[in-house]
């Protein structure tokens, strides 16, 4: 039987690195309310509003999930026919 592999240690999010681009002024108010949430996260939430726009487009004509996202959308369903909503 194969062997476990050993667990990931959990690191701290790292600073950014100075290199990196400035805070755009529209959205400094945000970085000063709140830590970095981590780099793949705030840049998720970076492009969120474009996101958002294109589903609006009349281009648009559905989510194409992978199974692990239609796994949690699933879950989520079956939750809420338990507690109800």
């Known amino acids: 039987m194969p062997r476990r592999p050993n667990p990931t240690p959990i690191e701290k ?3 950014p690195d100075p290199g990196t681009a ?4 529209e959205r ?3 970085a000063r ?6 780099l ?9 509003p474009r996101v958002q726009a294109g589903m609006r487009s009349r281009a648009f004509s559905g989510l194409l999930l992978s199974d692990q996202e239609r796994r949690i959308r699933h879950f989520h369903r079956v ?3 338990y507690v109800g909503r």
């Open 28 to 30: 400094l108010h945000l």
């Open 40 to 48: 793949v996260l705030d840049q998720d939430l970076h492009d969120l």
């Open 13 to 15: 999010t790292p600073e």
């Open 22 to 25: 400035p805070i755009p002024k």
């Open 79 to 81: 939750l809420e026919g």
């Open 33 to 38: 309310l709140r830590p970095p949430r981590g």
